[in-house]
């Protein structure tokens, strides 16, 4: 939860001040199952980055030595078990993990 967060928070305090707006959830779903969810606005450049996010190794930072975080929650919460869902709703970019 720690990276999600700092990822969240990293991201939208380079925006103006109306835009930085980071949401945690955490709950249980429709189909009972347990999830994390953090969502903050994010201005994507292509679907692509979507798709490369938790890659290991890629960074939207553009900076050597980033790009580790998001590969790891993914590992982790896929080890237990779950489910490690990264998407674009509206301006914002959500990551749910359920368990």
Same mark, same amino acid.
């Given at each position: 939860? @720690?990276?999600?967060?700092?990822? $969240?928070? *990293?991201?939208? *305090?380079?925006? &103006? !001040? #109306? #835009? !930085? ?5 955490? +709950? *249980? &779903?429709?189909?009972?199952? %347990?999830?994390? #969810? ?7 450049k292509s679907q692509e980055v979507?798709?490369?996010? %938790?890659?290991? +190794? /890629? %960074?939207? =930072?553009?900076? $050597?030595?980033? @790009? /580790? @975080? ?8 896929? =080890?237990? =078990? +779950? ?5 674009? *709703? &509206? &301006?914002?970019?959500?990551? !749910?993990?359920?368990?």
């Amino acid at each position: 939860m @720690g990276n999600l967060l700092n990822n $969240a928070f *990293e991201y939208v *305090e380079k925006l &103006d !001040r #109306e #835009e !930085r707006k980071v949401t945690l959830r955490i +709950g *249980e &779903d429709e189909n009972e199952k %347990s999830f994390i #969810e953090t969502r903050n606005v994010f201005h994507i450049k292509s679907q692509e980055v979507l798709h490369l996010m %938790s890659q290991k +190794g /890629y %960074s939207t =930072k553009g900076q $050597a030595n980033r @790009g /580790y @975080g998001l590969h790891h929650v993914k590992r982790i919460v896929e =080890k237990y =078990k +779950g489910t490690f869902l990264l998407f674009q *709703e &509206d &301006d914002c970019l959500v990551i !749910r993990l359920l368990f």
